[in-house]
């Protein structure tokens, strides 16, 4: 039993310490003392929480003397003795405090010390100050060789270059502590890993030299020689190696999982697919070029999460925007001062319901500051990568994704895919593009992945009448299971599926991107296929937001990425009401985007009422805002404005913004805005990629303005058509004066 008393002050505090005690009654006076005159002095709001671990002697009654005495002690009893990472993990679930700071009772780490861990945190903005203990003065016996001995193993075992890596001085965010305390291995004397276990997670730890003093009062646990201690500390290095060096990272979802007691679900696939699974995931640093074999665990971890009920889900999106918003603002400058000139405080942003305190995030704002400003202090550029799109605006847009948002991006595409009826191993086809922008590596990786993932590219900027036959020659032969790719590509074989069926394989579904997918499309490249189809919504910056299930009652947000608000004149929308789509990712640390508007449309749904899949995850309604469009080129190509998309985004130094604009077959209006580094041969470049793919003889006019007005959503309109084109006959094409709508 855990029994908390508390005294109760009308001000919040800033730092709670947390000191276990068992049998310290002579010296808990002098530490609360002590540690109230460091508050008094430094003038923090605090508090000290002492918990009884089970003590023999009179220190639960020394406790609750103290109590009555000071306002700022509040104490903690444990029926029996639990340990010290216990009284740890007792003291911080009571704690009250933004930050924790962790001492022992025995009045060794001077309590005014305290003020130099804090003071040490808030000047460098790391996430966990330990406190080193000085040899000055210290007692050179056996337990200080033994102590120096075991950092010296730490340091070796997990390539780390810590003075004292076991200190159990320690000072930091309170959701730090809650995050590496959940560990798997059984340790004997897990505190000793403290700091392995918040490096192992990512965080930042930096040092600051404390005395330390000899006891004066009460006994140690230690003797001199202690042989059962230092057996146990051996355990507990072959323990923590496989735990934290051998094992894979344990990410923030898995933590949730585990203390919410989430139950597993079963895996559903016969052996040889997960055979096939398990050698992909092996061979992931050999088809990947920044994902890791983290990412198998991760998309383990979200089959399991998508049948947490909604508060549970609510629950984790709290939990993570909390130490988000906390990153941002310890860590990156842009946030920071939009957070300081707003009078607004980390621990002001509790839910997702005080969301609506932060203003919105525009593109241009987020563009103006991405050099340096929205990048984060703490960011490892081994571990970032650069993200270059144009969307459907047509204004070249770079930003840049770490590798834990890489890895969760993709466990969600596979998730996503199984509601669509695919299991991995399935043959599956993609109409899309597979290597246009990519360098040589990552042509030879994306292609070993194909191979891997049974994946066959169907290359969608190349689609036409000349060639329709043998694309469709090729799906017939390979037989696959599953398709995915652009809406206007499948709008544009349904035709001919139309005409005649698939007869030599059988799709379980089919995944539609990229552009909206109005539902007479929907219904006739079902009926073409014949199988369902299932609509994704997604951007460049975070890939897939939201997912068609097998229900097909709206899209589920992959709500442990993302935060997606749909918002009317400022504030949430209604039930069935249009609103636009503003997004919060709760995995990008390295550029973070807290509440950024995409400028697409979509109706909102009531999250009240379960899906009929059974999944509690958040859902959106139908998206809008972004337009079906296809340019013809004189060779009769037929492409999607997604491929001006992907071949401006390689270009941003040189065009700011383009828009082509298409009135008949083979000729095309090319409107451009030049960037700064605008050259005639970047420009060549890019005229000789358009008649590459739209035919040499295509009349293509440009025209260099200095602006491209904008379309009613907030978003340029990259491209144009006033083609009268019907997807089901488009060997008869006819031009309408009247803009396409």
Same mark, same amino acid.
């Given at each position: 039993?855990?029994q ?24 808990l ?23 009884? %671990?089970?003590?023999?002697? $009179?220190?639960? !009654?020394?406790?609750?003397? #103290?109590? /009555?005495?000071?306002?700022?002690? *509040? @104490? ?27 001492? %022992?009772?025995?009045?060794? $780490?001077?309590? !005014?010390?305290?003020?130099? #861990?804090? /003071?040490?945190?808030?000047?460098? *903005? @790391? ?21 120096k ?6 340091n070796?075992l ?38 392995v ?28 020689v ?14 923590g190696f ?54 198998g ?34 860590h ?57 799109t ?62 891997f993932?049974?994946r ?39 035709r ?32 073409a ?7 994704k ?54 550029v ?19 899906c ?59 409107k451009?805005?030049?960037a ?24 293509i ?41």
């Amino acid at each position: 039993m855990q029994q908390v008393n508390n005294n109760n002050g009308s001000v919040r505090p800033l730092i709670s310490v947390v000191a276990p005690c068992f049998n310290e009654s002579g010296n808990l006076y002098e530490l609360t003392l002590r540690t109230a005159k460091v508050f008094e002095k430094h003038e923090i709001p605090g508090e000290l929480i002492l918990v009884n %671990d089970g003590s023999t002697d $009179n220190t639960a !009654e020394v406790m609750e003397d #103290l109590s /009555r005495r000071f306002n700022i002690l *509040r @104490t903690v009893h444990h029926a029996e003795n639990k340990g010290i990472e216990h009284g740890w993990r007792s003291g911080v679930e009571a704690a009250r405090g933004d930050y924790v700071c962790l001492i %022992d009772a025995d009045l060794q $780490n001077p309590p !005014e010390d305290i003020w130099r #861990l804090y /003071r040490e945190i808030k000047h460098t *903005r @790391t996430d966990m100050v330990q406190g080193c203990r000085s040899s000055i003065g210290r007692l050179k016996d056996s337990r200080f060789i033994l102590s120096k001995g075991l950092n010296l193993l730490l340091n070796i075992l997990f390539g780390m270059r810590a003075k004292d890596n076991k200190s159990g001085f320690v000072l930091a965010r309170r959701d730090l502590f809650q995050e590496i305390f959940s560990h798997s291995g059984r340790y004997f004397y897990w505190q000793s890993f403290i700091r392995v276990a918040a490096e192992s997670r990512g965080f930042r730890v930096s040092e600051v030299e404390t005395l330390f003093e000899s006891r004066q009062v009460g006994t140690s646990f230690m003797s001199q020689v202690p042989v059962k201690v230092i057996l146990r500390c051996l355990w507990d290095l072959a323990v923590g190696f496989k735990e934290y060096r051998l094992g894979a990272r344990v990410g923030p979802l898995a933590s949730y999982l585990k203390r919410n007691k989430a139950v597993p679900v079963m895996n559903d696939l016969e052996w040889w697919r997960r055979a096939l699974f398990s050698f992909y995931v092996l061979c992931m640093p050999l088809h990947k070029w920044k994902i890791t074999r983290r990412a198998g665990r991760y998309y383990k971890e979200l089959r399991e999460s998508q049948w947490l009920s909604r508060e549970q889900i609510l629950d984790y999106q709290n939990e993570r925007l909390k130490q988000l918003i906390r990153h941002a603002y310890e860590h990156v400058p842009f946030y920071r001062e939009r957070f300081d000139n707003l009078g607004l405080i980390p621990s002001d942003i509790k839910s997702v319901d005080d969301l609506g305190k932060i203003p919105v995030l525009d593109k241009k704002t987020f563009k103006d500051n991405l050099y340096f400003d929205l990048f984060s202090s703490n960011h490892d550029k081994r571990e970032i990568l650069r993200v270059a799109t144009s969307g459907s605006t047509g204004e070249p847009f770079v930003c840049y994704a770490d590798r834990f948002q890489l890895e969760m991006r993709w466990a969600a595409t596979l998730r996503s895919m199984e509601w669509a009826g695919y299991r991995f191993g399935d043959r599956q086809a993609r109409l899309w593009h597979q290597t246009l922008g990519m360098s040589t590596t990552q042509v030879l990786r994306e292609r070993l992945d194909a191979l891997f993932c049974r994946r066959l590219f169907i290359p969608a900027f190349e689609l036409s009448d000349a060639n329709i036959g043998s694309m469709i020659d090729k799906l017939e032969r390979y037989k696959p299971s599953f398709i995915d790719g652009y809406a206007e590509s499948f709008n544009f074989l349904s035709r001919y599926f139309s005409e005649r069926p698939p007869s030599n394989f059988r799709l379980k579904g089919i995944m539609s991107s990229a552009q909206i997918l109005p539902e007479q499309s929907r219904a006739i490249i079902e009926r073409a296929f014949n199988c369902k189809v299932f609509d994704k919504y997604g951007s460049r910056e975070f890939s897939g937001i939201a997912y068609e299930c097998e229900a097909h009652e709206g899209h589920h947000v992959v709500a442990e990425n993302y935060i997606v608000e749909i918002l009317k004149n400022g504030v949430a929308a209604k039930d069935g009401e249009m609103g636009e789509i503003i997004i919060t990712d709760l995995n990008n640390y390295c550029v973070p985007f807290i509440r950024y508007r995409l400028g697409d449309l979509a109706m909102a749904m009531d999250d009240s009422v379960l899906c009929g899949c059974g999944r509690a995850l958040p859902r959106i309604g139908r998206i809008e805002g972004r337009t079906q469009a296809i340019v013809v080129g004189a060779n009769g190509n037929y492409l999607p404005g997604t491929f001006f998309a992907h071949l401006f985004k390689d270009f941003d130094h040189a065009v700011a913004q383009y828009q082509i604009v298409q009135e008949k077959v083979g000729a095309i209006t090319l409107k451009i805005v030049k960037a700064p580094r605008f050259t005639d041969s970047a420009f060549g470049e890019i005229l000789a990629l358009l008649r590459q793919y739209l035919g040499e003889s295509t009349n293509i006019t440009v025209e260099f303005v200095e602006t491209i007005p904008l379309i009613r959503t907030g978003k340029h309109q990259g491209v144009i058509s006033r083609l009268d084109l019907d997807f089901q006959n488009l060997t008869s094409i006819g031009i309408n004066e009247a803009p396409r709508v």
